[in-house]
């Protein structure tokens, strides 16, 4: 049982580089979202997808592109790396039923830009 | 938009004891309310939920309970053991039907031996 698969787990970014960060679902979910954790800050919304073709962002966008093209495949792409994004990455697909939503996080990617 | 607070941020206790965290929320239109518990070096996983039209809601030694008129829930931990340490997460979703979440700062516990 894969889940959600996170690649690269870490990663060391000089300054101004571009990279994505990699996010696979087995689940067949339709929902997938991306979060940052900092340290006081708990896990904040960076954009998420509700299917294939449709994104939107969330509290704090900036700075990040995501694409779904496939129901598994979540992408986060960082156009220029600045400090202020060295964080822990956490990607999530959801379901929902009967009024519950549960969200399932990969392992989180841990960047740290220079 | 939805905002949640929660306390304490950090939290020890003996092994046995009872841990109690809580969260306020801003938005009387949210109505699902998951707790999350963050194990060192992964991701979070859901360990109990409760909606709105509950007011508390029981799973062998965790507990949340819901006070919709104050805006406040809470996550209770009896008969704590080691493996209860972790980072604690509540969150609430921003609107009815929605798969968003706004979580709280998270409160990480420990239990001592």
């Known amino acids: 049982n894969a889940g959600v698969t996170q690649t690269p787990k870490f990663q060391v970014l000089k300054t101004g580089q571009s990279m994505t960060l990699q996010c696979a679902q087995d689940?067949?979910?339709?929902?997938m979202s991306w979060y940052r954790q900092d340290p006081g800050m708990g896990l904040r919304l960076i954009h998420y997808?509700?299917?294939?073709?449709?994104?939107d962002q969330g509290e704090v966008p900036n700075g990040y592109n995501v694409s779904r093209s496939t129901t598994e495949d979540f992408p986060l792409r960082l156009l220029s790396a600045a400090p202020s994004q060295t964080s822990v990455y956490f990607c999530?697909?959801?379901?929902?039923?009967?009024?519950?939503?549960?969200?399932?996080f990969g392992q989180g990617t841990r960047l740290t830009v220079v | 938009g939805e905002n949640v607070e929660q306390h304490p941020s950090t939290l020890s206790v003996q092994e046995g004891d009872s841990a109690v965290i809580k969260c306020t929320y801003s938005?009387?239109?949210?109505?699902?309310f998951p707790w999350y518990k963050q194990e060192l070096g992964k991701g979070p996983q859901l360990i109990i939920d409760?909606?709105?039209?509950?007011g508390e809601k029981k799973d062998q030694r965790i507990a949340v309970t819901l006070n919709k008129t104050a805006k406040h829930f809470s996550l209770h931990i009896t008969e704590t053991q080691p493996e209860d340490s972790a980072v604690y997460f509540c969150?609430?979703?921003?609107?009815?039907?929605?798969?968003?979440?706004?979580f709280g700062t998270g409160t990480r516990l420990k239990v001592l031996a």
């Open positions: 999530a697909s959801s379901y929902r039923t009967g009024g519950r939503t549960e969200a399932f």
């Open positions: 689940m067949n979910h339709e929902y």
């Open positions: 997808s509700v299917g294939a073709g449709i994104t």
């Open positions: 938005d009387s239109a949210s109505n699902y």
């Open positions: 409760i909606r709105s039209n509950v």
């Open positions: 969150a609430a979703t921003e609107r009815l039907g929605t798969y968003k979440y706004i």
